[in-house]
């Protein structure tokens, strides 16, 4: 069965790294998502990727944030200068409409700002 | 915009007994439904999903859940818990007419099944 993967599972850094997180999704979907969650708190999402642009954002994705999607496999999300609250757990999703109605969740990257 | 309440935090059950975890939601235009189930140290996996017609689908797991378009809310509910239903579940909704589908997740709900 097709899945999304994620690397790496775990990743530390120092605050005022930069980090980028990396995505492989079902390679027939054309939509594609990064969600976090906080520990101990809700998912909450991030932003949504469709033909090359960013289609929607929520608040949180602010201009440390930059997603990417170099070639036709990978989608990464890059945060430019981490700060200590942006430790969470960064899931991708990706999206094969519209032969399919549900996203489908890649396992997720624990990132550690120390 | 949407918003999603599981009213419940944490619910305690002993295994063999019944579980219902509550959501509500509020959008200001139709909406697709989800639950997700996420075991410890583990992604989000999808347990049912409502996106049109019967109001009650089933899962995997033995999960099931109601939609009520009056009181708007999506509960999940198992006729009987196993140990191995002890997990976070979340409750989840995306916008119809939203092409990016992003969806908003409520607090989740941590089921503890006990022996």
């Known amino acids: 069965e097709p899945e999304v993967t994620q690397t790496p599972s775990h990743q530390v850094t120092q605050m005022g790294q930069e980090v980028i997180l990396r995505c492989v999704p079902i390679?027939?979907?054309?939509?594609f998502y990064w969600y976090r969650q906080i520990l101990g708190q809700k998912v909450e999402f991030l932003v949504s990727?469709?033909?090359?642009?960013?289609?929607?954002k929520s608040e949180i994705f602010d201009d440390q944030f930059s997603v990417e999607r170099p070639d036709g496999s990978n989608f990464t999300l890059k945060i430019r200068s981490t700060k200590l609250e942006d430790s969470a757990m960064y899931f991708c999703?990706?999206?094969?409409?519209?032969?399919?109605?549900?996203?489908?969740f890649g396992p997720g990257t624990r990132l550690t700002v120390t | 915009a949407q918003s999603v309440t599981q009213l419940d935090s944490q619910v305690p059950v002993f295994e063999e007994a019944p579980v219902e975890l509550r959501c509500n939601y509020s959008?200001?235009?139709?909406?697709?439904l989800f639950w997700y189930v996420q075991y410890p140290n583990q992604g989000l996996q999808l347990l049912l999903k409502y996106l049109s017609g019967s109001t009650l689908v089933k899962g995997i797991n033995g999960f099931e859940a109601e939609f009520n378009k009056s009181q708007t809310s999506f509960h999940l509910r198992k006729p009987s818990v196993h140990i191995s239903d002890t997990a976070e579940y979340f409750c989840a909704v995306s916008e119809r007419n939203n092409a990016g589908n992003m969806l908003t997740f409520g607090g989740g709900t941590r089921l503890m099944v006990k022996p």
């Open positions: 390679s027939n979907h054309l939509y």
């Open positions: 990727f469709y033909n090359n642009e960013i289609s929607e």
């Open positions: 959008s200001s235009v139709s909406v697709y």
């Open positions: 999703a990706s999206w094969g409409a519209p032969q399919e109605d549900e996203q489908y």
